[in-house]
C-alpha cells in the first residue's frame, strides 16, 4: 500500500494547516514558526534553532532535488551518470545554477517558479494517463496497490503514486532515483522517455529553486531580527540580494548533496524536521491562544492542534522504521546551527560592549 504513507501525510499535513493560519492572524509579524516559539519559550537558542530547522528542512529538500535533476537527466538522455560521482557532479552544478539564479534577483527567481510548476504538473498528469491508461487495456495489476509492504521509500504524488505502483512493483520503484521514468517505460515504451527526464527535470529544478529561496529569505530575515548573525542580512550593492545568505545555504546544499548522496536519506531528513517544526507550531497554538490580542482573529478547534501534535511526536519516533542516518543527518546540521548560535551570541555581546563603551 504505497499510497497509505501519502495519504497518512496529507492528514497530519492538513491538520497542522489548520494551527497556522490562527498563529499568523494572531501575529501579523513575519518569522512563521521562530516567532511562534519566540512568543511561547522567550528563549533566543529555541527561537534560533527553530529558525535553523525550518532552514535545513528547505536545505535538505533542495539538496534531494538537485541529485533527483542529475539522475533524471542521467536516466533521460542516457548518460550512464551512475550513482556516485557523476550524480553528486551534476547535482553540485546545478545547486550552483540555482545559487546564480537567487543571486541574480527575487524577481527572476519568482518568475522561474510561476512557469515550472506548470512543467512539473504535465509530467503528472502524463504518469497518471499513461497508469490508468495500461490498467484499462489489462497490463497493469490493481491488485498490487493494495498490497501491504514496507519496502518502498520514494514516490511521487499521490495518484501517479497508485497509476505507477500498478505498473511496476514496489520494490523496484524504489530502485535508484528515477521511478517515474520506470513507470514511463513500462506502461507507454513508446512514450519519448527523453521528454518525459525533461519535464521531470523541471520538476526537480522548481522544488529546488523554491526551497532555496524560501532558505536564503529566511536566513535573511532572522538576521535582521537579531536571531541569526547580522553578517547573513548583507546584500549586494547593485542585485540587492542577500548575497552571503545565498552563499551560506548553498555550502551546506552542496555538504548535503556530497557527503549524504542518496535521495532516500535527504528526503526523510527533510520529513523529520520538518515534523519537528510542526510540532512546535502545534504546542504554540494551544499555548498562545490563551493570550488577549486587539484585534479579531481566525480560531481552528482546539481538537486539531492536539491530534496533530501527537501525530507529528509519533511520526517523530524511529519505532517507525525511519533509517537511522536521517536521525544522524540531523543532529550533523543542528550542530552547526548550535555553532552558529553561539558566533550569533558572542557578536552581540561583543556589540553590546562597544555600545556601552561610546
Known sequence: ???????????????????????????????????????????HFITFLVAFTVMCSAITSASTASRAFAAKLSGAFGLDLGAGF??????????????????????????????????????????????????GTGQGDVGRVMEFKTTMDGGSAFWSVIAGTSLVPPEKLAEGETPLLQVVQAGAPGFPVELFGFITMFAAANSALMKMLMARRLVYGMSHEGVFPPLLGKVHAARRTPYVAIGFTTLLAFGLITFVGEIPALGGTTALLLLAVFTVVNIAVLVLRREKVDHRHFRTSVVLPVVAALCCVLLLGPWTGRDPVQYTIAAALLSIGVLLWGATVLFQRAARRKAAGA
Open 1 to 43: 500500500m504505497v499510497w497509505l504513507p501519502f495519504l497518512l501525510a496529507f492528514a497530519v499535513a492538513l491538520v497542522t494547516a489548520f494551527s497556522y493560519p490562527e498563529l499568523v492572524t494572531m501575529y501579523l509579524r513575519p518569522a512563521g514558526a521562530a516567532l511562534y516559539a519566540h512568543e511561547v519559550f522567550g528563549v
Open 86 to 135: 557523476g550524480v553528486t557532479a551534476v547535482g553540485l552544478v546545478f545547486m550552483a545554477m540555482v545559487a546564480a539564479v537567487t543571486l541574480r534577483g527575487v524577481g527572476e527567481s519568482v518568475k522561474a517558479n510561476v512557469l515550472l510548476p506548470r512543467v512539473e504538473l504535465t509530467g503528472l498528469l502524463i504518469i497518471i494517463c499513461i497508469g490508468f491508461w495500461a490498467i
